[in-house]
T-cell receptor, first 116, second 113 residues
Framework: ETGVTQTPRHLVMGMTNKKSLKCEQH?????MYWYKQSAKKPLELMFV???????ENNSVPSRFSPECPNSSHLFLHLHTLQPEDSALYLC???????????????FGQGTRLTVV | GENVEQHPSTLSVQEGDSAVIKCTYS??????FPWYKQELGKGPQLIID???NVGEKKDQRIAVTLNKTAKHFSLHITETQPEDSAVYFC????????????WGAGTKLIIKP
């Protein structure tokens, strides 16, 4: 186990549904990330939070809405998604956003999302 | 912006043989290059990394080499074992900037018994 837990592991939702993905880490890390992983494509960074403040939003559609209520929890709220949004959504954390020494990112197991 | 190309997309080797995965990057200012391994049903996990002030780093059966002039870096796995079967991702980052990792598309490594 990496210390980063994601729930649910699998999610099937209709295009009109609203759902949320949850990520939790108890590693004492200050930075948390959402990534989208599609088959045979590079990991796509979606959002970055540092000390509970969103510091990066990589042109992600507004139907994806992140929330970081505290340094241990990260949510991704989903609303009116499209079939092309089906993918594995990975959460990760690292010690700090700009820490040159502690650079390792710890990933959760991901949520396999299918939009029907 | 930075771009990372990774080859091959699939690599099949006989157990006990060596495997080499190569990545090229576009931004000559990049100075941090990690490799992550993703097993089935799990998230990626860091296995080795290298910074631009060294040319090679080794950890037991895995090693990474960096050629800054050619802007490419490679992962070498020797004496491959069944548990090495996974998808491997390379990445590049400029550590003095926003530490955003730019990822390769991944290599599926298959170890044949």
């Amino acid at each position: 186990e990496t210390g980063v837990t994601q729930t649910p592991r699998h999610l099937v939702m209709g295009m009109t549904n609203k759902k949320s993905l949850k990520c939790e880490q108890h590693l004492g890390h200050n930075a948390m990330y959402w990534y989208k992983q599609s088959a045979k494509k590079p990991l796509e960074l979606m959002f970055v939070y540092s000390l509970e403040e969103r510091v990066e939003n990589n042109s992600v559609p507004s139907r994806f809405s992140p929330e970081c209520p505290n340094s241990s929890h990260l949510f991704l709220h989903l609303h009116t998604l499209q079939p092309e949004d089906s993918a594995l959504y990975l959460c990760a954390s690292s010690q700090d956003r700009f820490d040159r020494l502690n650079t390792e990112a710890f990933f959760g197991q991901g949520t396999r999302l299918t939009v029907v | 912006g930075e771009n990372v190309e990774q080859h091959p997309s699939t690599l099949s080797v006989q157990e006990g043989d060596s495997a080499v995965i190569k990545c090229t990057y576009s931004d000559s200012a990049s100075n941090y290059f990690p490799w992550y391994k993703q097993e089935l049903g799990k998230g990626p996990q860091l296995i080795i990394d290298i910074r631009s002030n060294v040319g090679e780093k080794k950890d037991q059966r895995i090693a990474v080499t960096l050629n800054k002039t050619a802007k490419h870096f490679s992962l070498h796995i020797t004496e491959t074992q069944p548990e090495d079967s996974a998808v491997y991702f390379c990445a590049a980052s400029l550590m003095d900037s926003n530490y955003q990792l730019i990822w390769g598309a991944g290599t599926k490594l298959i170890i044949k018994p």
